[in-house]
């Protein structure tokens, strides 16, 4: 039996890479034959099962929002065909209650046969840009319910035999804006399943079958192995934090709490959602199988030399309450589920900062996706077209390290940031500018990475939309060990002929626009390590010459007072004397001004004698950032978040 052969140490390692490499070459297939540009720029992840349906690899680029969610899929399928497997299949799933995400991922699976009997799965799993549903790309953030998130596929077989089914392709296709690529992404994914089929034939032809077997359990059991030693390691105990989804739409004011306790015993970890918020109103919720690769996507941070397989998910448990925002059941919406899946995974990171402090970091900037779509009025035949974009940010400051700037989110560390030249192409939205945002990365010891600010001009285009899915406008994102937060997410919008600036903030679907309008968005920097006043004057000017922190904020936020020489050679020096002063007097006031009451802060807000900045950072207050009007119950939890990660972790005065 496979299961009795003991593999050389040399054959093992052999194997174990070529795993992994014939799930990389399934996505290089795609990459190279999709037609969305969506999945172009990697919006798709791939892995390899064993018969049983246990994740043996994935890749060295899937993004981390897919990594713990394709071996349930693959079960799904599993049990839904059984024993009605036959060579030349594949099937499809995009089911998130069954495992899955949202219904935009869309997976098709390749049963792997050798000798006549299935000794492995082959699964590429892609974002396709539209899947239906009552707004363009499918992000309907006022549904409550899946019906108007899109085509619901559970597992279907696509392929057999003799190819492509194609009435029931067409079916699928027919119920999306995009039915053309939609077609052509299905036979791109189906052929990459077929790539890693061929890579895992040739390695039973060369090692055979029992071996080939043997070794997609021994990856496993080698992850299970190594990452329980580590566990076991570590002290015993618990630790617990608690990180916002910004508001319930459908409900009153105040942000929506995620609660962690991780609890560690011996050699094994257990995540408790007990005192999450039960399911809200919108799309931001999150079925099981997210919630689970939230976790692991997390967990997996701090253990990066490891590969990722399903014997790591075999040190961790999660208590998931049923029909909270964490385990979301049918047929409540989830398509947003990347607002709760980030919240988790940068509340592990928390965590996990304190029991490696060598890898801690601070919160990282939150996804945004943009969504507009309508009828491109450029040619005469005025089809469908379906711009889907997502921006960089920064990444939190890390123990000894600047935060990482303009990088994907770590909800999907494998995506490219869009070129604008092909979506400029494809789309009538022509880009008037796309830059580093000065004064967004978190202060600290260790600074925050830098967000972006991206404008955008609508062109000749017909019965237009915008869709604007984010988060993090009222729970800013985060600095710990002292550091201070970010800054608010939000769209503006500045129409054509119209009286100015309109600020459409973080969360609005199906939203019409017309020619000559003008959209601009930022995206946050990471948090900030360490306190921000403990930071190297040197350091700060470096900042300053990179256009990552202007003077006047200098001053505010690290105390460091400069003298600009020549701004255009970059010529800055500090004033120390002035620099000392001023950072004696910031530490005996700061405290207080945390304090201050919040109603004071924004009429002065609404005044214009303090900014944005001022109020998150020295205040800690959660305005409307629209109006100016004070949101109550958001800053009593954002103030409680602060002195928690900030205020607790400054050096007493006096």
Not at 376 to 404: Q, T
Not at 469 to 488: K, N, Q, T
Not at 514 to 541: C, H, K, M, N, Q
Request: net charge negative; hydrophobic share 40%.
């Amino acid at each position: 039996m496979a299961g009795d052969l003991a593999l050389d140490p040399v054959t093992f390692e052999v194997l174990k890479n070529s795993f992994i490499t014939s799930v990389d070459q399934m996505g290089e297939q795609v990459l190279r034959t999709c037609y969305s540009f969506v999945i172009y720029n990697r919006d798709f992840s791939s892995a390899l099962h064993d018969a049983k349906g246990e994740c043996a690899a994935q890749g060295n680029q899937d993004i981390a929002v897919h990594v713990g969610t394709l071996h349930f899929t693959c079960q799904e399928v599993m049990r839904h065909f059984e024993s009605d497997m036959h060579e030349g299949d594949v099937f499809a799933i995009n089911d998130p209650y069954a495992g899955g995400t949202h219904f935009s991922d869309v997976r098709l699976i390749r049963p792997i046969f050798a000798d006549g009997k299935i000794i492995a799965f082959s699964q590429s799993n892609g974002h396709w840009s539209d899947v239906g549903g009552s707004v363009p790309g499918s992000f309907d953030v006022a549904a409550r319910e899946m019906f108007r998130e899109g085509l619901r596929i559970t597992p279907v077989r696509l392929f057999d035999k003799r190819g492509l089914r194609k009435d029931v392709a067409h079916l699928i296709a027919s119920n999306t804006r995009d039915p053309a690529s939609i077609i052509g992404d299905i036979q791109a994914q189906a052929e990459a399943t077929a790539v890693c089929e061929r890579e895992i034939l040739r390695l039973v032809s060369k090692y055979g079958r029992d071996t080939v077997e043997t070794g997609l359990s021994a990856v496993q059991d080698y992850v299970e192995r190594s990452a329980r030693q580590r566990i076991a390691a570590l002290p015993d105990g618990e630790w617990e934090t608690v990180d916002y989804i910004d508001r319930d739409p459908a409900g009153g004011e105040g942000m929506i709490p995620i609660r962690i306790k991780m609890t560690i015993k011996g050699d094994r970890v257990t995540y408790d959602f007990t005192g999450s918020h039960p399911t809200i109103g919108s799309i931001y919720n999150s079925a099981f199988g997210a919630t689970f690769s939230a976790v692991a996507a997390g967990m997996k941070t701090f253990f990066p030399d490891l590969p990722l397989n399903s014997g790591f998910y075999r040190c961790f448990d999660i208590i998931a309450p049923e029909g909270s925002i964490v385990d979301a059941k049918w047929p409540i919406a989830v398509t947003g589920f990347l607002m709760p899946f980030e919240k988790i995974m940068n509340s592990i990171y928390e965590i996990w900062s304190k029991l490696m402090p060598e890898r801690a970091l601070a919160c990282a900037f939150n996804l945004e996706y943009l969504l507009t779509g309508g009828l491109d009025a450029r040619s005469s035949d005025k089809p469908i077209f379906m711009f889907y974009d997502w921006l960089p940010g920064g990444w939190g400051g890390r123990n000894g390290k600047d935060g990482s700037n303009v990088t994907t989110a770590c909800f999907g560390t494998g995506l490219m940031s869009q070129p604008v030249e092909g979506q400029e192409r494809a789309n009538p939205i022509l880009t008037t500018k796309c830059e580093i945002l000065t004064d967004s990365p978190g202060p600290g010891k260790w600074r925050g990475g830098a967000g972006v600010e991206k404008i955008s001009r609508m062109l000749q285009a017909e019965k237009t939309v915008i869709s604007y899915i984010c988060d993090r406008e009222r729970a800013v994102v985060w600095g710990i060990e002292g550091g201070l937060p970010s800054m608010p997410h939000g769209l503006t919008l500045t129409r054509a002929g119209g009286k100015g600036p309109e600020r459409l903030g973080s969360i609005f679907s199906d939203v019409p626009i017309g020619e000559g309008d003008v959209f601009s968005r930022p995206t946050a920097g990471g948090g900030g390590f360490g306190d921000p006043l403990e930071r190297d004057p040197r350091l700060v000017i470096e900042d300053i010459k990179d256009d990552y922190v202007s003077v006047a904020r200098a001053a505010k936020d690290y105390g460091v007072v400069v003298q600009t020489i020549d701004a255009e050679l970059c010529e800055y020096e500090v004033d120390k004397t002035a620099t000392d002063a001023l950072r004696a007097s910031i530490r005996v006031e700061r405290v207080a001004k945390v304090r201050l009451d919040p109603e004071l802060v924004a009429q002065r807000f609404r005044s214009g004698a303090l900014d944005v900045f001022d109020v998150i950072r020295q205040h800690a207050v959660i305005l409307d950032w629209g109006t100016g009007a004070l949101l109550p119950e958001s800053t009593r939890q954002f103030r409680e978040s602060f002195e928690r990660r900030s205020v607790a972790n400054w050096a007493a005065v006096g």
